[in-house]
């Protein structure tokens, strides 16, 4: 995890100038790989973690209230002060709409935060998804392009639910069974990095698939949905602070809720623009797929930010 922006990095460079290498991740294959990713975050979960949950509902409460209002209102904010073009809005919405990112939880660790509620706050946001996702798309998108809200609903629950709940029974299997155990955790040791190579993947197929359009649309493109990102993802961080001061919360609780806030599922985002938007809108994968690589550098840098404060 600790590479992982490079690694991402590096895959959508190599998918710029060799496409074909990357041609094959599309389709049943990226939903597939994206499963494959939240399989290992529900191998992570223990029932400790639904009991997380309930004992401090309050918390959990108002960090997915933040997370599920705040960075759906950056993105369309941040999208009407740049006069976004309507694919490029789609990609930055689809972000803000998504649930957090399971790298979050190792940014709270980094940053001396409150690991227990980083991962209640990402299990909520994550059950939560195929609900809230396709909603929050259709009332700030549905003026300007056709949401396919049901489809998004099963794809959510295909790509999500069903594999964080597969992973959390083999999870409780391993804790029941010593002979299971021998098996599912050297698997366990090994999803780290095969979320990472998994999430390598996605952005590379992306880029290979929307490389023509990069190109037309050349550097100006680019820059202004890297602009759109960063402002969406920084916002993010700092109302998720705001947030967390206007409830009296710990300084650990604080630096956990602009963490959650911040950073979004973009793998999700990114599998869910080329599903439903690529043949009509194929340019709203490239701030999906941007905000894949700048939401784990940013991670990064905010966490050793909040450490050399102390």
Not at 35 to 48: E, Q, R
Not at 88 to 100: K, S, Y
Not at 226 to 232: E, G, I, N, T
């Amino acid at each position: 995890m600790k590479h992982t922006s490079l690694i991402v990095i590096a895959a959508a460079v190599v998918a710029m100038f060799f496409p074909s290498l990357f041609e094959w991740v599309r389709g049943t294959t990226q939903t597939t790989i994206l499963g494959i990713i939240m399989l290992g975050m529900g191998v992570t979960l223990s029932a400790n973690d639904f009991r997380i949950l309930a004992s401090r509902p309050l918390d959990i409460l108002i960090g997915t209230c933040a997370q599920y209002s705040l960075m759906p209102l950056i993105a369309i904010t941040v999208s009407s002060l740049l006069c976004l073009d309507t694919p490029l809005m789609i990609g930055i919405v689809l972000v803000g709409c998504c649930p957090g990112g399971v790298s979050s939880n190792i940014m709270s660790f980094l940053c001396k935060g409150d690991v227990a509620f980083s991962v209640g706050m990402t299990t909520a946001s994550t059950l939560l998804s195929p609900l809230l996702t396709p909603l929050l798309v259709l009332l700030l998108a549905g003026e300007q392009v056709d949401v396919d809200t049901i489809g998004m609903f099963q794809g959510i629950l295909i790509v999500t639910i069903i594999p964080v709940a597969l992973g959390f029974g083999l999870n409780m299997l391993s804790a029941k069974s010593s002979r299971m155990n021998t098996i599912i955790a050297p698997v366990k040791r090994l999803m780290p990095a095969v979320s990472v190579v998994g999430l390598a993947l996605i952005v590379g197929g992306v880029v290979a698939t929307v490389r023509p359009y990069i190109i037309d649309g050349g550097l100006s493109l680019l820059g202004i949905t890297f602009f759109a990102v960063l402002f969406h993802n920084g916002l993010g961080y700092a109302l998720g602070y705001l947030t967390g001061s206007l409830f009296h919360f710990s300084t650990a609780k604080k630096r956990t809720i602009s963490i959650e806030v911040g950073m979004q599922n973009a793998g999700l985002a990114t599998n869910l623009a080329s599903q439903f938007f690529l043949a009509s809108n194929p340019l709203a994968v490239v701030p999906c797929a941007i905000s894949c690589a700048w939401h784990s550098i940013s991670g990064t840098l905010i966490a050793q930010w909040f450490c050399r404060n102390d």
